[in-house]
């Protein structure tokens, strides 16, 4: 089938919604503020975020299943104001347990549900482009923190951090749902105009698998472990970039901050850089890559004594982060098909849940018996890179090993 609709407008406009819900990962700017507010530890305070972080996968399949059945404009609506009114009413908290509702729970499910159907809507529409497609729309995501991160703590200075919640939430519900009015589902089987899918493509779209049918595969288990290895180790240095570098590096907290932003950056142009090159090289060949360099960014951190050696590593790990995070959409669809494709990348993304949950706990857990060296962590990091190449060995095998079965069952 194929429809006249300007993908490019609809592609813009959930960069700009995903460049919203990515304050989510600005959360550590309030942080601070927020315990003396509540005269709180910063444990407490952060449980927030640890709350946000841990329920993504539930909204990721529930915006999932919206836009599997066309609703992506309705997933938008109804994530975008759970979002904004999750920050407004973080605002207004008067006691961490309400963050925890507000902040974890309202503006996290909304978040989750927002994400879910702009990618999911966007790797519908872009079946061509795919890679970049889905870079496009996830560097708008990784990129909330370096947009919202100056602006919230602008806010905070003039008007206070509960103000600036407020604030921040009410331009979130006028931005998402202004741009959700451009976003439009996408048509079953769209295809852009003078686009011809190859055979080879046709066949792999052929294939359409329900996310219970998914998870009996061995395949399934390959690819969220692949998802789950590449974003580990980002996000073992993401949680502690800034304290790597003073401790390690001797940076002051503020040139310690200009690298997180640098890390941050480099996460945003990796998801459409390594989108883009996927779809000419291959996800499998991309990902050998990204693995490999993650292993030679942390032998970088481990034995550089310089903050050339700092900054270079930080570059590297968030464009490799950044490329797993613009890859893996891709891969979804391709490998179980796009009918089920909202619901199935929930599903997959508890991987990247996994990562969220564990990295930054293994990382400390390291750095504490180790006086606040976080040495041995880049060690285990390293490690685990190369276990994840060692996955896509065996995924890239039995990739071509289904090829050829379906070749054999076409030529029957």
Known sequence: MTMKINRWVILIASTIINLCVGAVYAFSIFALPLTNVFNAS?????????????????????????????????????????????????????APWMLYITYGLIAGIGQGIVYSSTIGNTVKLFPDKRGLGAGIVTAGYGGGTIVIAPIANALIASIGVNQALVTLGIAFLVIIL???ILVKPSPVGYAPHGWNPPVTLKNKEAINIPWHEMIKKPLFYLVASMFLIGALSGMMVTA????????????????????????????????????????????TYCLMVIYLVIALMMLVL??????????????????????TMGIFPSIVGEKFGMKYYGVNYGVVFIGYSGAAFFGPRIANSVAAVNNG????????????????????????????????????????
């Open 42 to 94: 910063m444990g407490e305070i952060m449980m927030a975020f640890t709350i946000n972080a841990a329920i993504s996968p539930i909204p990721m399949i529930l915006g999932g299943k919206l836009v599997d059945r066309g609703g992506a404009k309705i997933a938008i609506f109804i994530g975008g104001s759970m979002f904004g009114v999750g920050f407004i009413l973080s605002g207004l908290a008067t």
């Open 178 to 180: 202004g741009c959700g």
């Open 240 to 283: 502690n970039a800034s304290v790597i570098g003073q401790t390690m590096f001797g940076l002051t907290a503020a040139t310690a901050a200009l690298y997180v932003s640098l890390y941050s950056f480099s996460n945003c142009i990796g998801r459409v850089f390594w989108g883009a090159v996927s779809d000419r090289i291959g996800r």
């Open 302 to 323: 481990a034995f550089s004594n310089s903050v050339l050696g700092f900054a270079v590593a930080i570059i590297g790990i968030g464009l490799c982060f950044g490329g």
């Open 373 to 412: 060296n976080f040495t041995n962590a880049f060690y285990i990091a390293l490690f685990i890179s190369l276990v994840g190449l060692l996955i896509t060995f065996i995924y890239r095998t039995m990739e071509n090993k289904l090829q050829k079965t379906n070749e054999i069952t076409q030529t029957v």
